[in-house]
Nanobody, 121 residues
Framework: QVQLVESGGGLVQAGGSLRLSCAAS????????MAWYRQAPGTQRELVAS???????NYADSVKGRFTISRDNNKNTVSLQMNSLKPEDTAVYYC???????????????WGQGTQVTVSS
């Protein structure tokens, strides 16, 4: 079994900051990419930021310069530092990991349960 557990969501005023964290645990052989997605009511889930096992990053245009993704390969964790938050950042944020599991070395996508981020104007 593999679990992704997120933490750090909450309510913040526009212009404020939040830090999301996600820890992966279980029968993990290796983690390739990790990412954060978000989904606002009535919209499709969208990629916010991703990071490879070598630290290469990719950001949605809407968050470039405000959000920073990072990971700790030794601890199987990924974080998202969110600064200068805007009301349009309000959504449920989901952690994603593209990983390979023991013992069959199968590679799949896993998701966290989601954490709510609400930015008030």
């Amino acid at each position: 079994q593999v679990q992704l557990v997120e933490s750090g969501g909450g309510l913040v005023q526009a212009g404020g900051s939040l830090r999301l964290s996600c820890a992966a645990s279980g029968t993990i052989f290796s983690i390739n990419a990790m990412a954060w997605y978000r989904q606002a009511p009535g919209t499709q889930r969208e990629l916010v930021a991703s990071i490879t096992d070598r630290g290469g990053t990719n950001y949605a245009d809407s968050v470039k310069g405000r959000f920073t993704i990072s990971r700790d390969n030794n601890k199987n964790t990924v974080s998202l530092q969110m600064n200068s938050l805007k009301p349009e950042d309000t959504a449920v944020y989901y952690c994603n990991a593209h990983l390979t599991r023991w013992p069959k070395l199968t590679t799949e996508d896993y998701w966290g349960q989601g954490t709510q981020v609400t930015v008030s104007s």
